[in-house]
């Protein structure tokens, strides 16, 4: 099974400091802070990292969520097309799972405070 993993700013590190950049999001940084962030490396995922990752993912789906329940979940519009391609994609990625012969109920169990 082959999959692109990405992460988000919380699992990448400054090279220097080895603090975590600070997210543009929650409030609006300097052009010094911005160029901080360019600086950071991201963070070498464990195999449990991209596991849970994937275990997670797929979960909504795995348990029978119809697109629409799926959206109110996860906070998706149901008239969006971005929000359709993610459903799609883990619902694929549910299906790559299931090829994998893993006891996904263990593992949800496993990943519950991960």
């Not at 097309?81 to 496993?110: G, P, T």
Request: glycine share 6%.
């Amino acid at each position: 099974m082959a999959i692109e993993y990405t992460s988000g700013h919380g699992f990448r590190t400054h090279p220097v400091t080895g603090k975590p950049p600070r997210c543009p999001w929650d409030y609006t940084l300097t052009v010094h802070e911005m160029e901080e962030n360019k600086k950071t490396t991201p963070n070498e995922p464990t195999l449990l990292d991209v596991l849970y990752s994937l275990v997670t993912d797929s979960s909504g789906v795995r348990h029978g969520q119809s697109f629409e329940e799926w959206c109110g979940e996860y906070g998706y519009d149901t008239d969006s097309r971005s929000a359709e391609k993610v459903f799609d994609a883990c619902v694929d990625q549910w299906r790559n799972l299931i090829r994998l012969d893993l006891d996904l109920d263990a593992m949800e169990i496993l990943f519950e405070d991960y």
